[in-house]
């Protein structure tokens, strides 16, 4: 096992992720694949290989790795692999793209982008059905509109939370949400690494 694919499992899920957080990032041109669900898509399965694989054995270091992974995490590693080969190359040449737009991204909204990764793996079913409804309204908004709300959205987050609150409710799509999405939609754009979902 190669370092690059170790690396590039690593970053699976936050590829997954990425697919859908995408649209709130100041990125002209950025066309992030929103999925919902627990599929794998296509940006998450090319992000396990943006380049091209390296043959030769692997050094003792790689394999002492390997061996110390668990059972299910060098399956799913495996199966990930598989996905990727089955990829047609303009599949792997779009996951390359937006590999590389991750590594060029200022690294205050690659550290946001992983602080929203890690609380949604404590999110419920009623709090991922918030968050994807957020992304698919997101995603219908013509690409101007969603700019300027992308860029609202990460405004925000430098406010108190009370002037927060009062700019959100200017935002009909928030308006339109119940009490207790509101508390999971603030939770999700603002709230930190181990901080629980409002429904708990």
Do not use: C
Request: no cysteine; charged share 35%; glycine share 6%.
């Amino acid at each position: 096992m190669t370092s690059r694919t170790r690396h590039f499992a690593r970053t699976i899920a936050l590829a997954v992720f990425l697919s859908s957080l995408g649209i709130l990032l100041s990125l002209s041109g950025t066309a992030f694949a929103q999925r919902g669900g627990n599929g794998l898509s296509h940006a998450a399965a090319e992000s396990i290989a943006p380049d091209r694989l390296q043959g030769g054995a692997p050094s003792p270091e790689r394999l002492e790795r390997w061996r110390a992974m668990s059972p299910e995490k060098r399956e799913r590693i495996r199966e990930r692999y598989r996905r990727w080969k089955e990829m047609s190359p303009e599949q792997r040449e779009r996951v390359r793209e937006r590999h590389r737009r991750w590594r060029e991204l200022p690294e205050e909204q690659r550290s946001y982008l992983k602080d929203r990764r890690e609380l949604l793996k404590g999110a419920g079913t009623e709090d991922r059905a918030v968050v994807h409804k957020f992304f698919a309204r997101m995603h219908a908004l013509p690409p101007e509109t969603r700019r300027a709300t992308r860029q609202k959205v990460w405004e925000w987050r430098t406010l108190p939370p009370e002037e927060r609150e009062e700019a959100m409710r200017s935002w009909p799509f928030y308006r339109e949400l119940s009490g207790s999405e509101r508390e999971t939609l603030r939770w999700f754009l603002f709230g930190q690494p181990g901080e629980r979902p409002p429904r708990g």
